[in-house]
């Protein structure tokens, strides 16, 4: 029989911390500190600081610059293409339970704010860069 005085120990490491568990966030978000929450603020923060998405908020700034119709059509359709990849592999097939464990010790969070921030980019590069409608022909 276990000893009273080791219940105690017993039930603490039954429990789940982030600092104990950290395996999926250590692999996931190696960076992470145990103990602190993600957000919606901070997987916006996380996503839009990767270099796909430092690289096409540089074109898209080149595109509205040079205010590029078919620039703005390429960096629209490449916005799309992280999208996908980033809801993809937040959702998409998770056998070892990974991800799902991440978000149970809280370092990772939900991605709702980088697709609207997203769409908001697009709209208004293809807004901004459409043809003006003073086109003449002669």
Excluded: K
Aim: charge should be positive; aromatic fraction near 8%; proline fraction near 6%.
């Amino acid at each position: 029989m276990i000893a009273h005085h080791l219940w105690p120990a017993m039930l603490g490491l039954l429990l789940p911390v982030p600092a104990l568990a950290g395996g999926a966030c250590a692999s996931l978000r190696p960076g992470w500190n145990a103990g602190a929450q993600a957000s919606g603020w901070t997987e916006m923060v996380h996503y839009f600081s990767s270099l796909p998405a430092l690289a096409l908020i540089l074109a898209t700034a080149l595109v509205i610059r040079f205010r590029s119709q078919w620039g703005g059509l390429i960096v629209t359709v490449l916005w799309s293409l992280l999208v996908f990849l980033v809801v993809r592999d937040r959702f998409g097939d998770d056998p070892a339970g990974l991800r799902q464990s991440a978000s149970a010790e809280g370092c990772l969070g939900s991605p709702t704010l980088f697709i609207a921030a997203v769409a908001a980019i697009c709209i208004a590069t293809i807004l901004y860069t459409a043809p003006n409608g003073r086109q003449t022909s002669r």
